[in-house]
């Protein structure tokens, strides 16, 4: 059975009066075409740039950039919490990835890499993985940490979250292109959005 590896970003977006939404994307690359998938994503760099990242990107370059993303092998994983709005959002981020660490667990999906933030983020990160471990998570999960810059695989669910906040803001061209990769995407049980759908 072919072993996989993820690749995580995340993202903030306002959503309507009052509201916004935290977003974690994972790409699923199998582990034996990683190396493959980097290569592919490279040449979508113009000169000068260290990495792609959506918000940075003319219309015409995003569109190039999904076309080239859909040539490549991988999934993708979204888990959203749509909430009140607030200043700080590190419970939202750790609502979101502790239902996507669930669903990789369930895809036997143990080796998962975290887009680096800073050094105290990233330890707090771990921290909430042992914590999870230690209430029964599958203890084979781990991750690490990279800056977008040294890892292309990353820039996968920079251009999934992209495409899922393009949609939001009216067009939804990107999300369309993207969306026969979506193995999972879904609110975390406690969001808005997932409390309004289960009313009668």
């Known amino acids: 059975m072919p072993s996989f590896r993820a690749f995580i970003d995340e993202s903030s977006a306002l959503r309507g009066p009052g509201l916004q939404e935290y ?8 582990a034996d075409r990683c190396d493959d998938v980097r290569e ?9 740039q260290i990495k792609l990242h959506w918000s940075d990107e003319s219309e015409q370059r ?3 950039i ?7 092998e991988h999934m993708s994983v979204v888990i959203t919490h749509l909430s009140e ?24 999906v143990h080796d998962l890499l975290l887009e680096s933030r800073s050094a105290q983020q990233d330890k ?30 990353l820039w996968i669910a920079d251009a999934v979250l992209g ?13 369309e292109a993207l969306s026969s990769t979506f193995l999972v995407h879904r609110p975390t049980p406690t969001s808005v959005a997932a409390q309004t759908s289960e009313k009668p």
């Open 23 to 30: 977003l974690i994307a994972a790409a699923v690359v199998p």
């Open 40 to 48: 592919a994503l490279r040449p979508l760099l113009l000169p000068g």
């Open 62 to 64: 995003r569109r190039r």
């Open 66 to 72: 999904v076309d080239g993303l859909l040539q490549l």
């Open 85 to 108: 709005r607030r200043k700080k959002n590190e419970r939202f981020r750790r609502l979101c990835l502790g239902e996507l660490y669930n669903e990789m667990v369930a895809m036997d």
């Open 124 to 153: 707090s990160d771990v921290a909430h993985v042992v914590a999870l471990q230690g209430a029964g998570l599958d203890k084979r999960l781990r991750i690490s940490h990279k800056r977008g810059g040294d890892e292309p695989l």
């Open 163 to 175: 495409a899922i906040n393009a949609r939001e803001s009216g067009d939804s061209s990107h999300f």
